[in-house]
């Protein structure tokens, strides 16, 4: 698969709008991250519902849906592939309102990894110099951490965990659904809006929406930030290979960081920086070499 310019500038594009979520996230007091990831479900789907109408894909989430009533295994892998995203939505929503949005950030660190691991073994994808170079480099610098305090913090374990073992289980499997971004995302909604209804009847704050009005808009424009970065970010997956979306990925944590410290007042321990900079080194040989790549592919006419 040769490099395509939309799919790096899609993957640039959801990372940043990913890491606008946390502060945004902060502002939906009095709800907890249960709530803010339930109603994230539910908003989501007249957001999609509206994006299908305006990008005039309606006729293609037409024919996925003919092609569940002629799939079984696709309707069978549904509930599988919103299992596995609810699970980084619910992670992912709740670390900010706790201020650990700098531990989440760290265990994001390992996904990439994941991916270029999972580029490798099961699509054969090898990586270029510069690319290999970026990987040993971000290897550094969770290795830095783990010296730094020993052990992670178990909430960056778990974040590894989902992540590194969730996200890359969820990419493959939505490759071979062959959905595109905004239908395969819309059915996922669906499976989980049954979950986010419950939640929200069984445990939303008494008078939260009267005490705190604000939410009433605050609320849809979530849903609207969440739908723009995850169907840019399920495009990306798919116009390019594994391994160099995953590395691409960087772009997110790196971004929390310094949205989780700026703005959200989370501290910092100065010699995490040895932690961070080999990340942001990675980050910046990654642009590099899809910069130099796309130039090379410009010239030969592709």
């Known amino acids: 698969m040769r490099l395509s310019g939309r799919g790096v500038a899609l993957s640039l594009i959801a990372s940043v709008l990913f890491a606008l979520m946390p502060g945004y996230v902060r502002e939906l007091a009095p709800l907890d991250g249960v709530q803010v990831f339930a109603q994230r479900v539910l908003w989501s789907i007249p957001v999609v519902l509206s994006l299908l109408v305006l990008t005039r894909q309606w006729p293609a989430f037409?024919?996925?849906?003919?092609?569940?009533?002629r799939e079984p295994l696709l309707l069978a892998a549904l509930p599988l592939s919103a299992l596995l995203i609810g699970l980084q939505w619910g992670l992912f929503l709740w670390a900010p309102l706790q201020g650990r949005m700098l531990e989440v950030s760290l265990g994001y660190f390992l996904l990439p990894l994941a991916m270029v691991l999972a580029g490798g073994v099961f699509y054969g994808e090898r990586l270029r110099p510069l690319q290999l170079l970026a990987v040993c480099c971000a290897v550094l610098g969770v290795l830095h951490e783990l010296w730094l305090t020993r052990a992670f913090s178990w909430l960056t374990l778990v974040t590894a965990l989902v992540t590194a073992l969730g996200y890359p289980p969820y990419f493959m499997l939505r490759r071979w659904m062959r959905l595109d971004a905004l239908s395969g995302f819309i059915l996922e909604m669906a499976v989980l809006a049954p979950l986010a209804i419950w939640l929200i009847l069984s445990f939303s704050p008494p008078g939260a929406f009267s005490d705190s009005p604000q939410l009433?808009?605050?609320?849809?424009?979530?849903?609207?930030?969440?739908?723009?970065?995850f169907a840019a970010m399920m495009a990306s997956s798919r116009l390019l290979p594994l391994g160099?979306?995953?590395i691409l990925s960087y772009v997110e944590p790196v971004l929390l960081f310094a949205v989780a410290v700026a703005f959200l007042g989370?501290?910092?321990n100065p010699a995490q920086l040895w932690t961070y900079l080999p990340i942001w080194l990675a980050v910046l040989l990654i642009g590099w070499d899809?910069?130099?790549?796309?130039?090379?592919?410009?010239?030969?006419?592709?």
């Open 62 to 69: 037409v024919t996925v849906l003919g092609r569940l009533r």
């Open 216 to 229: 009433w808009w605050l609320i849809p424009g979530l849903g609207l930030l969440g739908t723009l970065a």
């Open 244 to 246: 160099l979306f995953g």
């Open 266 to 268: 989370e501290a910092f």
């Open 290 to 302: 899809s910069a130099m790549l796309l130039r090379k592919q410009a010239r030969q006419g592709f």
